[in-house]
Nanobody, 115 residues
Framework: QVQPAESGGGLVQAGGSLRLSCVASGIVVRISVMAWYRHTPGTQRELVASITPSGTTNYADSVKGRFTISRDYAKTTIYLQMNSLKPEDTAVYYC?????????WGQGTQVTVSS
């Protein structure tokens, strides 16, 4: 079992920045891709950014140039630096960790961007 735990959400004005963190605990050996997703009521969960153990990253078009995903050396913690935030970035942000073909999810952290 892998238990991702997110932190760093909050309320910020449009144009501001936030940094989310996700620490994976439990059986963390051979964790492969880690990613950030977000969800707002009435929509499908959206992939925001992902990162492989080798550092290859992938971003949703809506956040390219504004968000940066990174991963620590031990590869069990990821970060999401969010700059130039927009009201449409408001969502619950979830961390996901993949291991042995299974995805593990955190409980989410709320990000609210006021206009």
């Amino acid at each position: 079992q892998v238990q991702p735990a997110e932190s760093g959400g909050g309320l910020v004005q449009a144009g501001g920045s936030l940094r989310l963190s996700c620490v994976a605990s439990g059986i963390v050996v051979r964790i492969s891709v880690m990613a950030w997703y977000r969800h707002t009521p009435g929509t499908q969960r959206e992939l925001v950014a992902s990162i492989t153990p080798s550092g290859t990253t992938n971003y949703a078009d809506s956040v390219k140039g504004r968000f940066t995903i990174s991963r620590d050396y031990a590869k069990t913690t990821i970060y999401l630096q969010m700059n130039s935030l927009k009201p449409e970035d408001t969502a619950v942000y979830y961390c996901a960790a993949s291991r042995s073909g299974r995805d593990y999810w955190g409980q989410g952290t709320q990000v609210t961007v006021s206009s």
